[in-house]
């Protein structure tokens, strides 16, 4: 009985040192993590946080006229499902052409979008420059977060969080338990955690993907706007973009959204994101995010694969066929393989969630099972049914709620990403 007393005593003091210390996270880590089967966060760990609301008072759903042609081929639908695809969806022409759900995901499911967050915040801040509560992407971030601290502080911007060259004091590590990335991750205070790393005196000379950054860029409009950023994106895109299901972003125990990942929505709604892209910027006529600054955020950086919170890159002809130039995309990318790509020259999205991204090389940054699966939707021959679809849509889905997509302005997405 003693040594039974004696190691619960020691049991409880630990419990408390770590409670205490840097470390407290831990234990939200491994209920939410390891206790569940996983050695990451995964897409459906929104469960295990509290949850910010983004409504969706609107709804327009997508015009649907599904069509086996869009099926990815024999060698591709092998790939996805080896990679542990949850939905993958084909939008052309403003209409769904193809969807499949698998491994425990459905048309309902509110995944983790993870880092394809990062894309949606930046356009939130530029709504917000939009709308002058902030004076634009020269801004300087201390100006809302004087807490920041280091040799680059004084000169880190908005722009500079957008572009990944905010050379943060941050390791990007999305599997080490005692990272900073894991205790900004499952931690009490995200502000606390990111505003803790010292900015360096290599800001805007270098490219480096923090997630940090965005955290802190999240923080800048919530200052700026007085809103949380899950009320703003209510507001100012899920709402006006007509999303047909609620979404919500993951908070800490501070109230605080985990802005540089963890937006969870359905796999059609997310669509309509990349729906945006293709329709630079506008909604129904609206203007949600300006064109000029979209051009901007998909015009690359130090790096030819990114530019502000976007992938970017292009896919060449086939073997044996010539273009006048290479068909450029613009993706919002995540963790464990979340991808929603505009592609404008075939007036097309993709969107894919799932629970692996794959091994391989990688291309400009970017993992081979999406550089595979992009390069085939481009490559692909989809005239014949593209006729026949708009001839069927113009009977059938005259009155559709979603304003079609237009081709006039194509060229507002660089054609060549190395530029």
Same mark, same amino acid.
């Given at each position: ?10 049991? +409880? &003091?630990?419990?408390?040192?770590? %409670? ?32 910010? +609301? ?10 649907? %006229? @599904?069509?086996? +042609?869009? /099926? ?47 894309? &949606? ?27 920041? $601290? ?23 590590? #999305? ?9 900004? #991750? ?5 502000? /606390? ?36 950023? $899950?009320?703003? /994106? ?42 945006? @892209? ?29 530019? #502000? ?25 995540? $963790? ?18 799932? $629970? ?20 085939? #939707? ?5 005239? /014949?049914?593209?006729? +026949? ?31």
């Amino acid at each position: 009985m003693k040594r039974i007393v004696q190691t619960l005593v020691a049991a +409880a &003091i630990v419990f408390l040192l770590v %409670q205490a210390s840097w470390y407290s996270y831990l234990f939200k880590g491994v209920y939410a993590t390891y206790l569940q089967g996983h050695v990451t966060s995964n897409i459906f760990d929104g469960e295990s946080f509290e949850q910010g +609301a983004v409504s969706a008072p609107n709804p327009q759903p997508w015009p649907v %006229q @599904l069509d086996m +042609a869009y /099926a990815p081929s024999d060698a591709l639908q092998s790939l996805l499902s080896d990679i542990e695809t949850g939905a993958f969806l084909v939008f052309v022409n403003d209409t769904l052409r193809y969807e499949d759900y698998d491994n425990k995901v459905r048309p309902d499911s509110k995944t983790n979008s993870f880092s394809m967050a990062k894309s &949606i915040v930046t356009m939130l801040v530029q709504i917000a420059i939009q709308e002058g509560q902030l004076s634009g992407w020269d801004a300087k971030a201390a100006d809302f977060l004087p807490e920041l $601290h280091g040799p680059g502080a004084a000169q880190l911007t908005l722009g500079h969080l957008s572009s990944m060259t905010a050379d943060l004091d941050w390791d990007e590590d #999305y599997y080490n338990p005692f990272g900073v990335t894991a205790k900004a #991750y499952y931690g009490k205070d995200l502000r /606390a955690t990111v505003t803790a790393c010292e900015v360096g005196e290599q800001v805007g000379q270098r490219y480096e993907y923090q997630s940090g950054a965005t955290a802190l860029l999240g923080f800048c409009l919530e200052a700026a706007t007085g809103m949380k950023v $899950h009320e703003y /994106a209510s507001a100012k895109l899920w709402g006006p973009m007509g999303a047909t299901s609620d979404a919500f972003w993951h908070l800490d125990d501070s109230g605080n959204a985990l802005t540089y990942c963890c937006f969870n929505a359905t796999a059609r709604d997310y669509g309509r994101l990349g729906k945006l @892209l293709l329709q630079h910027g506008r909604w129904n006529g609206d203007v949600l995010v300006d064109s000029t600054f979209l051009y901007t955020a998909s015009t690359p950086g130090l790096e030819a694969f990114y530019g #502000y919170s976007f992938w970017l890159g292009s896919v060449d002809a086939p073997e044996g066929e010539m273009w006048e130039a290479p068909v450029p995309y613009v993706a919002y990318r995540g $963790h464990l393989g979340q991808w929603i790509v505009a592609i404008p020259h075939r007036n097309m999205i993709l969107v894919r969630t799932g $629970h692996q991204e794959g091994s391989g090389d990688r291309e400009n940054g970017l993992p081979s099972s999406f550089v595979q699966t992009v390069t085939e #939707y481009v490559q692909r021959d989809f005239t /014949a049914h593209l006729s +026949a679809a708009g001839e069927e849509l113009e009977s059938d889905f005259s009155d559709a709620p979603a304003e079609p997509l237009t081709t006039g302005e194509s060229d507002a997405l660089p054609v060549d990403s190395g530029r």
